[in-house]
T-cell receptor, first 111, second 114 residues
Framework: DAKTTQPPSMDCAEGRAANLPCNHS???????VYWYRQIHSQGPQYIIHGLKNNETNEMASLIITEDRKSSTLILPHATLRDTAVYYCIADNTGTASKLTFGTGTRLQVTL | NAGVTQTPKFQVLKTGQSMTLQCAQD?????MSWYRQDPGMGLRLIHYSVGAGITDQGEVPNGYNVSRSTTEDFPLRLLSAAPSQTSVYFC?????????????FGSGTRLTVV
């Protein structure tokens, strides 16, 4: 799996969009980008994944650059409940059967 | 639909004791995995299974055994507990197939070995 690089921490004001970057410059053509988050000490929660097209679901949007070397997870209207550690993972199985978690980005949403 | 159920939620073991962490899912997922998470760190893969009767090692398999006799259950056995195995253990499951949605995780088992 390709290595991913994320900033260790970010802050966001409640109600504003949170844009979490991820660098995966060594990603291969068949590797999906997955995003998970972990709120406090709970089990990680799947957010979204994509291969090369931008994706959107009820939780977030995923923007992948055309060269696929980086991506951005967008939480359109961050709330206090979005405070969590966010993990960006590149996975070539397509099924995320062997996820490799890094240390992620700790997002703090403030009033 | 309960999702992924892990038991127990908390456990204290003495060094050298053995125990089994239970994991069950009711979503008919083919893939199941066990991860451990040490304080302030990301998750590390212990063992995983791509279907009943098939298991394989992850990043940190030593000291742990698994089996997958049914699609629903994937127990993790600690053979002889050591303080280094103090951690939070997460079980997860997912569908098979490229581009399918991600893993569903359980709520974790917090294990302390004294």
């Amino acid at each position: 799996d390709a290595k991913t690089t994320q900033p260790p921490s970010m802050d966001c004001a409640e109600g504003r969009a949170a844009n979490l970057p991820c660098n995966h410059s060594t990603i291969s053509g068949n590797e999906y980008v997955y995003w998970y988050r972990q709120i406090h000490s709970q089990g990680p929660q799947y957010i979204i994944h994509g291969l090369k097209n931008n994706e959107t679901n009820e939780m977030a949007s995923l923007i992948i650059t055309e060269d696929r070397k980086s991506s951005t997870l967008i939480l359109p209207h961050a709330t206090l409940r979005d405070t969590a550690v966010y993990y960006c993972i590149a996975d070539n199985t397509g099924t995320a059967s062997k996820l490799t978690f890094g240390t992620g980005t700790r997002l703090q949403v403030t009033l | 639909n309960a999702g992924v159920t892990q038991t127990p939620k908390f456990q204290v073991l003495k060094t050298g004791q053995s125990m089994t962490l239970q994991c069950a899912q009711d979503m008919n997922h083919e893939y199941m995995s066990w991860y451990r998470q040490d304080p302030g760190m990301g998750l590390r893969l212990i063992h995983y299974s791509v279907g009943a009767g098939i298991t394989d090692q992850g990043e940190v398999p030593n000291g742990y055994n698994v089996s997958r006799s049914t699609t629903e259950d994937f127990p993790l056995r600690l053979l002889s507990a050591a303080p280094s195995q103090t951690s939070v253990y997460f079980c997860a499951s997912s569908y098979h197939g490229r581009g399918q949605g991600g893993y569903t995780f359980g709520s974790g088992t917090r294990l302390t070995v004294v």
